[in-house]
């Protein structure tokens, strides 16, 4: 089952606009990551925040986290043609037998 | 620092057919998942693995799916027999894991499987 669901469920932008995507979830997590795939390619892991993190920031990356609401937000500031991707968060639970569960993606389009 | 390898790439078979996944993880990775990605979904894990014993294969439909990771390093996924619905991609992902705690989880290429 999913855990995460990102809305919207596809974006598209200028470049140099900011892009903005939410994740909801529903339990409770360690942690939160967003990663990037790229059109036929593999994820790439952007960044990790934890339960007891608020924001974090990587880059032109910034992540809020928001516990009481079960609910994250991904800004790309100054977007650029080559962002254009799908943006998956992924909470991460469980102890000993930790594992990610991810949500079906944001598709984000930049065009030049 | 080599990534994640599978292969193939690509594969096309007929329904009720075989086929078979490799995973090579990243040198010294303790822990391999396994993940399904139907189109325009996120990956859904099949099964995880520390070192060479199985930690959770709660959603492999093991009627079918069988994964093995003999000597703690690369792994096999295999499908028989193949259903029209098995058409995904199939990621590899490693990470190293020591007790509780999260870390980035390194995922290969993927194997694009289509059932005819």
């Known amino acids: 089952s999913q855990q995460g669901e990102e809305d919207p469920q596809a974006l598209s932008i200028q470049e140099g606009e900011n892009a903005t995507m939410n994740c909801s979830y529903k339990t409770s997590i360690n942690n939160l990551q967003w990663y990037r795939q790229n059109s036929g390619r593999g994820l790439v892991h952007l960044i990790l925040i934890r339960s007891n993190e608020r924001e974090k920031h990587s880059g032109r990356l910034r992540v809020t986290l928001d516990t009481s609401k079960k609910s994250s937000s991904l800004l790309i500031t100054a977007s650029r043609a080559a962002d254009t991707a799908s943006y998956f968060c992924?909470?991460?639970?469980?102890?000993?037998?930790?594992?990610?569960?991810f949500g079906k993606g944001t598709l984000l389009t930049v065009n030049p | 620092e080599a990534g994640v390898a599978q292969s193939p790439r690509y594969k096309i078979i007929e329904k009720r057919q075989s086929v078979a996944f490799w995973c090579n993880p990243i040198?010294?990775?303790?822990?391999l998942y396994w993940y399904q990605q139907i189109l325009g979904q996120g990956p859904k894990l099949l099964i995880q693995f520390q070192n060479n014993g199985v930690v959770d294969d709660s959603q492999l439909p093991k009627d079918r799916f069988s994964a093995e990771r003999l000597k703690g390093v690369d792994s096999t996924l295999k499908i028989q027999p193949a259903k029209l619905e098995d058409s995904a991609v199939y990621l590899c992902?490693?990470?190293?894991?020591?007790?509780?705690?999260?870390?980035?989880?390194?995922f290969g290429p993927g194997t694009r499987l289509t059932v005819l």
């Open positions: 992902a490693s990470n190293q894991r020591s007790g509780s705690g999260a870390d980035t989880q390194y």
């Open positions: 992924a909470t991460g639970s469980g102890g000993s037998n930790y594992k990610l569960t």
């Open positions: 040198s010294g990775h303790a822990t």
